[in-house]
């Protein structure tokens, strides 16, 4: 061709060729971009399920009356402690997922995914959460979905030292809970051990606005931390594929990720045939108040009847009925189903003086997956506390 | 000669920049815009079934007349996943197993309940066709789904 030619179309089949790599470029961008917006929801819907299915099955039921099985359970609930098995979330969590990624659904399907797209995932309840990671345990590069033991919101509240009736330290460290009602302050023996008092009746009636946003950010930045250490854990210190979860609440909506009971998922899905490479983020919950299974009642000074909802412990409601009613009924068999026997010992004061009594033997563990992978649970919760 | 190919190479080229590249661009970024509606109005009509436990054939008509109105052509399935409890058989929870069974009835449900919809293209759209004749941008086909727990 004429030098004339090359002169005149060499800029734009310079700018053509640079076009086709823009589409190229830009195609993939929006299909991760949507990606990314499909499983998102699909993650989100599968949290909601899992934390709503955890909060159903919960076998928490409380009450004030002479029955000796509802005030047994009813210690369940001035120790805030809530009775769940985090399994219940996974187990719902994994089927829904499974299901809207276009597998049957059966135990295998579970399985799979919990194997390969579930990265971290945490199930948040009213004393503390457990942790979920896929951790490598075998030289074959088996993985597995596994948890850390149930690990307390622990934290300083500096403004509750503001309250000179408090008489408390801003470097003091507390136990706190998402009901925000209750707060423990852990002291130190001589020794050197760990001793949890009992200070809910006490220090529970400062708790105002400013102190429970101090309990919110401590809870959420303890959450995020474990969300950090579990997407440590399953990507091999690749830190292009961590995420933070805000611990600060946001200015606009005033609330954050961890504001009750709630389960947060990470899933990736890299092993999926989609062309492209997606991680979402999902937290259950938003709707959680609509379907709120009460789990108690007590009477208040008056003789009216008030119920505990299973999301908000300590927080009583005077609309769900009375004895007689199809709800009360429910609940009465419910506490017959769950608690024939109660344990008194199975309170967190109880669990606690377990905990902290084994702290001795917490040396031989790098982190709280592999403290679990070999049974040694509480070992990692006593660490929390220093 | 040479001079002559060269103008009508240059005046392809123009055409190709000039008219087929924005419409190229245009057509695959509608195209995935679309796709994100139809799954919005996808998981609406799935929140107002979580919300009020029911599927009615006009909230099943107005589905329609969204994705229409999105001039995209896709087929949909309902799915109702109705929520067991097998007291008999003790899960890995400890309490009861929790089963699903997918049943016909997809107007009413009950707490626990899991509703489902499954979406997907029935051929390329128009733009689809288009970005691929010309540039060969090969958009794949809408095929999602999506479940929530009945509240």
């Known amino acids: 061709m004429s030098r004339h030619f090359v002169l005149v179309n060499f800029a734009p089949i310079l700018f053509g060729l640079f076009w086709l790599i823009y589409l190229i470029a830009w195609q993939r961008n929006n299909r991760e971009s949507f990606e990314t917006f499909v499983l998102e929801r699909q993650v989100n819907f599968a949290a909601d399920s899992a934390i709503e299915e955890l909060l159903v099955r919960s076998p928490s039921v409380v009450s004030d009356t002479t029955d000796s099985r509802l005030s047994a359970a009813m210690a369940d609930l001035t120790s805030n402690e809530v009775t769940v098995d985090p399994n219940i979330a996974v187990e719902e969590f994994s089927t829904t997922l499974a299901v809207e990624l276009g597998l049957p659904d059966t135990y295998s399907s579970r399985e799979y995914v919990q194997h390969n797209y579930i990265k971290a995932l945490q199930v948040c309840v009213n004393n503390g959460f457990y942790t979920y990671t896929n951790l490598t345990y075998n030289s074959k590069g088996q993985a597995d979905l596994i948890s850390t033991p149930k690990i307390p919101y622990v934290g300083v509240v500096p403004a509750l030292s503001e309250i000179p009736a408090a008489h408390t330290n801003p470097d003091d460290k507390f136990a706190l809970f998402l009901s925000k009602s209750a707060i423990f302050r852990i002291l130190w023996k001589d020794d050197g051990t760990i001793n949890r008092v009992l200070e809910s009746t006490t220090l529970g009636q400062y708790i105002n606005d400013k102190i429970s946003d101090q309990m919110s950010e401590e809870i959420n930045t303890r959450v995020s931390e474990y969300m950090q250490k579990a997407l440590v854990q399953a990507y091999g210190n690749n830190s292009a594929k961590t995420l933070r979860i805000p611990s600060a609440p946001s200015k606009i909506r005033g609330t954050m990720p961890v504001d009750g009971p709630t389960v947060l998922a990470v899933v990736d899905t890299s092993e999926r045939n989609v062309g492209v490479e997606v991680i979402a983020f999902g937290v259950g919950g938003a709707q959680i108040v609509r379907n709120d299974p009460c789990v108690g009642y007590r009477h208040n000074e008056v003789g009216e009847w008030l119920w505990a909802k299973q999301s908000r412990l300590n927080e009583f409601f005077a609309s769900l009925g009375n004895p007689g009613d199809a709800a009360f009924d429910e609940l009465y068999d419910k506490l017959a189903d769950t608690h024939p026997d109660p344990d008194p010992s199975h309170t967190m004061s109880g669990l606690m003086e377990m905990y902290l009594g084994r702290a001795s033997e917490r040396k031989y563990f790098d982190n709280p997956f592999e403290a679990a992978h070999f049974g040694c649970d509480e070992d990692w919760v006593v660490m929390e506390y220093k | ?151």
């Open chain 2, 1 to 151: 000669m040479l001079d002559f190919a060269g103008k009508v190479i240059g005046i392809i080229i123009a055409f190709v920049l000039c008219v087929v590249a924005p419409l190229v661009n245009i057509s695959v970024d509608r195209t995935l815009l679309t796709e994100r509606e139809v799954i919005t109005a996808a998981t609406d009509l799935l929140d107002e079934v979580v919300d009020s436990k029911q599927l009615t054939d006009s909230m099943l008509q107005q589905f329609a007349a969204e994705c229409t109105g999105l001039g995209a052509s896709v087929d949909y399935e309902i799915i109702h996943m109705q929520r067991t409890i097998d007291s008999s058989v003790v899960g890995i929870a400890g309490g009861h197993t929790v089963n699903y069974y997918k049943v016909q009835n997809i107007n009413e449900y009950d707490t626990g309940d899991k509703v489902g919809i499954h979406i997907k293209s029935i051929s390329l759209t128009g733009t689809q066709h288009l970005a691929e004749a010309l540039a060969g941008v090969f958009i794949p086909e809408l095929d999602r789904t999506f479940y929530e727990r009945v509240r």
